[in-house]
């Protein structure tokens, strides 16, 4: 599997601002993905991040809450943008090389907290 | 679309006793299936997969996994757990969409 590098790695940010969480992986990637795991909590999809073209969005989460970026084939950022309490959670990054037979790895996750 | 249910949230077990974590996904056809493990403050690191062919498959840690068609499960197996096994442990599927995760089981290893 590849390395996959997110900043930050935690934030405590103030409610109503955004934050832009980068993910870089060492190598190119065929598919990139952004879960939330909210505390004590199981992963749930935001989005599959798509390579030139607008990110897949799952039900719940929309494009302007959570806009994605893919610009190439290693990187992706996720913004959560006018940030509550409610969007405190751990934001992980994950990558797939291909589409078949191939297993998901993850990022070490960016902590958030909105106060 | 997949889902997957581990019914245990909690399990201790003394350390150098059999391990088995539950998993369980309904699906149409055969999904992939993994398992994940979360030590605290950290990201997920796989332990083992399955696509195809043999149904017991060998992960690392010294994990294994029996894919039971007929049950629709996907349990986790270890003969003898270490201290250093206590994590929180994630069961996942993918079929016609991405990676769908379990609630997960809390492991605690007791002395």
């Known amino acids: 599997s590849a390395v996959i590098s997110q900043k930050p790695s935690r934030d405590i940010c103030q409610r109503g601002t955004s934050l832009t969480i980068q993910c870089q992986v060492d190598?190119?990637?065929?598919?990139m993905f952004w879960y939330r795991q909210q505390p004590g909590q199981s992963l749930t999809l935001i989005a599959t991040a798509n390579q030139g073209s607008e990110a897949t969005y799952e039900s719940g989460f929309v494009i302007d809450k959570f806009p994605i970026s893919r610009p190439n084939l290693t990187f992706s950022t996720l913004t959560v943008s006018n940030m509550s309490p409610e969007d405190s959670s751990i934001y992980l990054c994950s990558a797939k090389r291909g589409k078949v037979d191939t297993e998901a790895f993850f990022g070490q996750g960016t902590r958030l907290t909105v106060v | 679309a997949q889902s997957v249910t581990q019914p245990d949230i909690h399990i201790t077990v003394s350390e150098g006793a059999s391990l088995e974590l539950r998993c369980n996904y309904s699906?149409?056809?055969?999904?992939?299936l993994f398992w994940y493990v979360q030590s605290p403050g950290q990201g997920l690191q796989l332990l083992l997969k399955y696509f195809s062919g043999d149904t017991l498959v060998q992960g690392i840690k010294g994990f294994e996994a029996e894919f039971k068609r007929s049950q629709s499960s996907f349990n986790l197996r270890k003969p003898s757990v270490h201290w250093s096994d206590a994590a929180e442990y994630f069961c996942a599927v993918e079929g016609n969409t991405p990676l769908v995760f379990g609630k997960g089981t809390r492991l605690s290893v007791i002395a």
């Open positions: 699906y149409g056809a055969t999904p992939y």
């Open positions: 190598s190119q990637v065929t598919m």
